[in-house]
């Protein structure tokens, strides 16, 4: 027998893609990444000499500690819910839509529009619904040009989603600024008010506005779509395997034109939300961000409609206790973000588990 043979063949390791990630592995690692993320904010927070431990109990406490904060909480989820909703239903197929912050903006532009110029002095009956498709019109054209770019032009979404956010962003602020200023604003930057007929109504004495309900809905019907129809069965299969969709004879361009334009019709609501529900005018700095939170919204949620309810609000409870430990104890309300992004961080690395595993295979 040869020294060869004698010796026991050696083993290699190989990283391959896992065919369907199990649902069990997927929920378990997003808990996990949410845990640690949060773990590795006590850390650097402990650094920089803080108390995590306090720190994280009054941003609970502001939170969720009484029905003020709980209401609060739900004022932010309105946003983050429609928004994030718009960035999963691209990312299902693949369509890395960066753009929600600007569709945003938009929605909210034409919803402003519509309200303060073509029908200022319509009943509330006709002027919700009115400035509700405005600002999915909005929207969904801010969205369907990065679509259209890349079905016939095969132009990265992702650059041009990104680059028209500030397009939008300065577009408003020179609306501000300009042309529909409100003369009666003493050097503040801002529309006149909106008519009280373009008010979303509210939940009581709080904030709380029916933009929550919107968003509840579109959950609802996204789910139902994308599980119980032909079209969002296509979305799927264009999204896993875009050979095969083309080899079925699936209309590939018109649905990621399709896609898009509904990605940016919800970021579009979310910004009607934020006008008519909150804001009652067009103003700078209308988002802190919600559009780049949106995409932590979509991911945390597995790209689950009903799961992004869940997320959406976990993710508005973090940026109201970041404004309550601001005030009361004078830390800077950006934990709030650096957690997010954090969570982002860690979700995308446990991603990975999901995806991938290490086998052993022979060696010579």
């Known amino acids: 027998m040869s020294s060869r043979s004698a010796i026991s063949p050696s083993r290699r390791l190989r990283i391959e893609r896992v065919p369907s990630p199990s649902r069990s592995a997927t929920a378990v690692v997003s808990a996990l990444s949410f845990v640690l993320a949060l773990l590795c ?18 941003m609970f406490s502001g939170a969720l500690g009484d029905w003020n904060g709980v209401a609060e909480t739900l004022v932010k989820t309105t946003p983050l819910l429609l928004a994030g909703l718009g960035v999963a239903v691209a990312f299902r197929m693949q369509l890395w839509n960066i753009g ?61 989603s990104l680059m028209l956010n500030y397009v939008a962003i300065l577009f408003s602020e020179y609306l501000v600024h300009g042309p529909w200023r409100d003369p009666q604003a003493f050097g503040f930057p801002g529309t006149p008010s909106l008519p009280a007929s373009a008010w979303l109504p ?14 509840l809905i579109a959950a609802l019907v996204l789910w139902v779509m994308l599980r119980r129809t032909r079209w969002g069965y296509e979305i799927g299969v264009m999204g896993e395997n875009p050979r095969a969709a083309l080899y079925a004879g699936m209309p590939t361009k018109r649905t990621i034109v399709l896609v898009m334009a509904l990605s940016g019709a919800l970021a579009g609501l979310a910004g009607m939300s934020e006008v008519a529900g909150i804001g009652h005018q067009l103003q700078r700095n209308l988002s802190p961000g919600y559009g780049y939170a949106a995409i932590i919204v979509a991911w945390l ?31 800077p309300a950006a934990i709030a973000p650096m957690l997010q992004g954090t969570i982002l961080f860690f979700l995308l690395g446990g991603d990975v588990l999901t995806r991938y595993r290490i086998t052993r295979v022979p060696g010579t």
Request: glycine fraction near 18%.
């Open 41 to 58: 904010g006590g850390i650097i927070l402990f650094l920089a000499g803080e108390n995590p431990i306090q720190i994280y109990g009054s």
């Open 100 to 160: 929600a912050e600007g569709q945003l903006y938009l929605g909210a532009i034409f919803a402003t529009g519509v309200a303060l110029f073509l029908i200022p002095g319509a009943p509330g009956w006709v002027m919700v619904p009115i400035i509700v498709v405005a600002s999915l019109l909005g929207g969904g054209l801010w969205g369907l040009i990065p679509g259209a770019l890349r079905a016939w032009f095969g132009a990265s979404e992702i650059i041009t």
């Open 202 to 215: 509210n939940w009581g004495a709080t904030r709380v506005h029916l933009g929550l309900f919107f968003g």
């Open 301 to 331: 949620a597995r790209l689950h409609p009903l799961g992004a309810v869940l997320v959406a609000f976990l993710l508005a409870a973090l940026t109201v206790g970041g404004d309550q430990i601001q005030m009361s104890l004078g830390l």
